[in-house]
């Protein structure tokens, strides 16, 4: 994808006035939501979001179609990403803000993520079909054309297919872990991620960092380093965090001077998460902006 100044030449390349609350975690179809970029830019529109942030997993090719929109919608756009990261055997994303989507370091790191999350669906599906009717053309249905295709495309296929009743339900049974037809896809580790996005001139945030129990959280020896290699902040406000973990999660970000993000994660009918659900303060929507160095924001 070319630099961002050739997307978005004639645009106001920075903002002069406050952008507003924001919601800084989305999904297209680009990676597993069900709207398309500009959808999501005109469903925040009508709920009165001042911008958005675009994050789909490990790719930046919906950012185009979303800055188009940005003039009918009235509603800025902040480029985004979610980077797929590993610590150990556990998941961690970090969202990335305002990075030069052809930084090259960048770029290969996620195209290795991408075809790796490509041949892990593929094994995925393989050792579901084993027990359930299901093949590889039942999950490319359910993925819009050069989608990031992963599991939530194949939970949807199973759905399509009548194994489970919803995409949340195909998680919670045949695609949960104890069932032993999932296995891992390449990441990097955490504070390679962070150093990564802002080695592109990014803003890093831990996204959802307190969905599991105080024993799974990130521990501080661990947060500490991501804070050294520059995270800006982490994603408290989120609607799958566990409410029981938000005070300690705020108390970790004043620690170790990070910022508290808010956002909703939305997929749009792949889960239930509400755009807007959650949101970030203008505040700290100004803060990132002013950090970022690799892109642009784009302002209506």
């Known amino acids: 994808m070319p630099p961002m100044r050739t997307l978005y030449a004639g645009r106001m390349p920075r903002a002069t006035a406050p952008i507003g609350e924001a919601d800084l975690h989305t999904h297209s179809t680009v990676s597993d939501g069900t709207q398309p970029p500009a959808g999501l830019l005109a469903e925040a529109a009508g709920i009165g979001l001042g911008a958005i942030a675009l994050t789909d997993h490990d790719s930046t090719a919906g950012w185009a179609e979303a800055a188009a929109a940005v003039p009918a919608a009235g509603v800025a756009l902040i480029p985004g990403m ?8 556990a998941t961690v994303h970090v969202l990335g803000y305002l990075f030069d989507p052809a930084d090259a370091e960048l770029g290969r790191e996620t195209a290795r993520i991408r075809e790796s999350r490509l041949g892990r669906a593929e094994s995925i599906v393989r050792r579901i079909a084993r ?26 296929a199973l759905v399509a297919r009548g194994h489970a009743p919803d995409r949340s339900a195909a998680f919670d049974g045949i695609l949960h872990p104890r069932n032993g037809y999932t296995v891992p896809h390449y990441a990097p580790d955490p504070v390679t ?9 990014g803003v890093p945030v831990l996204a959802h960092p307190g969905t599991r129990d105080l024993v799974h959280l990130m521990d501080e020896p661990r947060l500490a380093e991501l804070a050294d290699a520059g995270l800006f902040g982490l994603e408290v ?14 108390q970790l970000a004043a620690r170790f001077g990070l910022a508290v993000t808010g956002s909703s994660d ?20 100004e803060r ?10 784009v302002l209506p």
């Open 288 to 297: 990132i902006v002013a950090e970022g160095r690799g892109s642009e924001p």
């Open 237 to 250: 406000d989120h609607p799958e965090n566990r409410e029981e973990l938000k005070p300690r999660l705020r």
């Open 131 to 156: 027990d359930y009717e299901l093949d590889w053309a039942d999950v490319l249905a359910q993925a819009s054309e050069g989608a990031t295709i992963g599991r939530p495309h194949i939970a949807d």
């Open 193 to 201: 991620g962070v150093r990564l996005i802002r080695a592109a001139g």
């Open 82 to 89: 979610e980077l797929s990261t590993r610590d150990g055997w």
């Open 266 to 285: 939305t997929h749009g009918a792949g889960k239930p998460n509400r755009l807007g659900q959650h949101r970030t303060p203008a505040e700290v929507v």
